[in-house]
């Protein structure tokens, strides 16, 4: 069973993925009723191969690649400050389940939702940002609250999604019909992000075909060539250059761990393949640190080249001093102890709760400046206070690009400016 949800006008033509979907079946199909001319058989086996050998296209080569130098904000204020992720760079999510990996690249498209509708007013140079979701094996239930939630909030998606008792080829094609998708967008100017959930349900799907198909496992039961497949699909990511209208693809591969081993087959090939990886540690989850990212496990390869100047030269060595501060034991009477929960309560964000990129400058500067952060009241109030930006652009812009009224325009301009002022003398 396949789950096709499309939530944007800009999509590949559905009868071509339907096709290649039911292709064994209707290859069947064909063979029963045309035994006896076998010439159009062969025409027909030969149009479904084409489409299936097209998903399996080389990456562009590096002479058409730029550097990865181009900062994607997320939203999370852990991983904008230390962690950075760029337009075009590989980031594995890995980490035991229910630790909250899939909200991480919700969270995401929520933000990006906010740098489309920057997009989409004229005069703004920031492009849109369009996601994709490939949904493996999946639970319907899961995919039911998945597919309302990004109904609501982002026009610029497409769900591609299987069904948990659905056989292993659809399974295997989806990642292949999805990075289709996306370098169709690229090859336009646009920026993709491509989620693959989970990467391990795919490898199992793999191994099942090549056991039928009579291949030699290796470790884990699995083919020799399983690192061949991850690589083939996620070295078909990266950032083009401005001469090729500098399109880009982000993907977000998830793997599922079992009890924090990190160090199991499928895991350590993406690893190796993968710029950098985020491991949300299920010990983090249980003690409400949200979201649950360890940060002596997650490593970026590419650094701050693809980080935001000012929040670069502000969050130096915060790293290392939240790395530090988890995993000694303090006692909860030292000024370290008070420290790492400053820390805690700074990157602290609730599910889908995105944050600005002025409002992590302001608190980590009150950070260095030794204002510690023991309630989560002030958090709270300079939430509201310096993230009224997105209030801004969301309820005000949007109004006038609806109804065109200067008089609308002033009068939610002078509600807006009035609440800041009541924020910063009353509530301050």
């Not at 510690?372 to 949007?398: A, E, H, M, P, W």
Request: charged letters at 15%.
């Amino acid at each position: 069973m396949i789950l096709l949800s499309i939530t944007s006008p800009y999509s590949v033509t559905s009868f071509s993925l339907l096709l290649l979907i039911i292709s064994p079946y209707l290859v069947t199909s064909f063979s029963l009723l045309l035994t006896s001319d076998r010439l159009i058989l062969i025409y027909i086996i030969y149009y479904l191969s084409s489409i299936y050998y097209g998903l399996l296209k080389r990456g562009v080569r590096i002479a058409l690649r730029s550097k990865v130098n181009d900062s994607l904000i997320t939203g999370l204020r852990i991983v904008d400050s230390i962690l950075p992720v760029g337009r075009g760079q590989r980031q594995l999510i890995l980490g035991d389940r229910y630790t909250g990996k899939t909200s991480i690249y919700l969270s995401l498209l929520l933000h990006c939702n906010y740098l489309s509708l920057l997009g989409s007013i004229e005069g703004l140079g920031t492009k849109r940002v369009f996601g994709i979701y490939i949904g493996i094996n999946q639970n319907p239930s899961k995919l039911g609250k998945l597919i309302s939630f990004i109904w609501v909030i982002n026009w610029y998606s497409l769900i591609l999604s299987s069904h948990s008792s659905s056989s292993s080829l659809p399974s295997y094609t989806l990642p292949l019909i999805g990075i289709s998708i996306a370098e169709r967008l690229r090859d336009r100017g646009f920026d993709t992000i491509i989620c693959f959930d989970d990467s391990s349900k795919h490898s199992k799907s793999y191994r099942q075909i090549s056991l039928i198909l009579s291949k030699i496992p290796s470790r884990d039961a699995s083919p020799s060539d399983i690192p061949n497949i991850h690589a083939s699909i996620l070295e078909r990511c990266g950032k083009l250059k401005l001469c090729y209208f500098n399109g880009s693809i982000t993907a977000l591969p998830i793997i599922e761990t079992i009890a924090n081993d990190i160090t199991e087959y499928i895991a350590t090939n993406i690893i190796s393949i993968t710029d950098r990886q985020s491991y949300t540690n299920k010990k983090l989850f249980l003690d409400s640190c949200r979201p649950s990212i360890d940060s002596a496990l997650s490593v970026s390869r590419i650094g701050s080249n693809a980080q935001c100047k000012s929040i670069k030269i502000i969050s130096v060595g915060s790293k290392n001093e939240l790395t530090n501060y988890r995993i000694t034991e303090l006692s909860s009477n030292s000024f370290d102890f008070f420290k790492l929960l400053s820390l805690n309560q700074i990157f602290f964000q609730d599910h889908l709760y995105i944050s600005s990129i002025n409002l992590i400058c302001i608190l980590i500067i009150l950070y260095r400046n030794g204002i510690f952060f023991n309630k989560v009241i002030k958090i709270q109030t300079l939430l509201f206070l310096f993230s009224s930006d997105y209030l801004y652009f969301y309820y005000i812009i949007l109004l006038i690009k609806s109804s065109y009224s200067l008089v609308t325009y002033y009068l939610l301009l002078t509600i807006y400016l009035s609440l800041l002022i009541y924020y910063l003398i009353y509530v301050i």
